[in-house]
């Protein structure tokens, strides 16, 4: 556990990662990436909240289309 805390961005990043992928039901393409990492970016000043993350990624281009 403590080893998963010690990189939030990378547990965050993750986690919009798998947000995506269920809120969609595609897979991760590496297309989505820039977008993946904008959305964990602008949650980064919320100290990465989930509920952040999730609002970020179904306001983002990735759940739109």
Sequence with gaps: REHLL????QL???L???FA???TGKGHRFSDRQ???SIVGRTQSQGY????????V???P???D
């Design 6 to 9: 010690a990189d939030k961005s």
């Design 12 to 14: 965050a990043l993750n």
């Design 16 to 18: 919009a990662r798998q």
């Design 21 to 23: 992928i269920y809120g």
């Design 35 to 37: 977008e993946i990492e």
């Design 49 to 56: 909240g989930t509920r952040d993350i999730l609002e970020q």
């Design 58 to 60: 179904i306001l983002s």
């Design 62 to 64: 990735l759940f739109q």
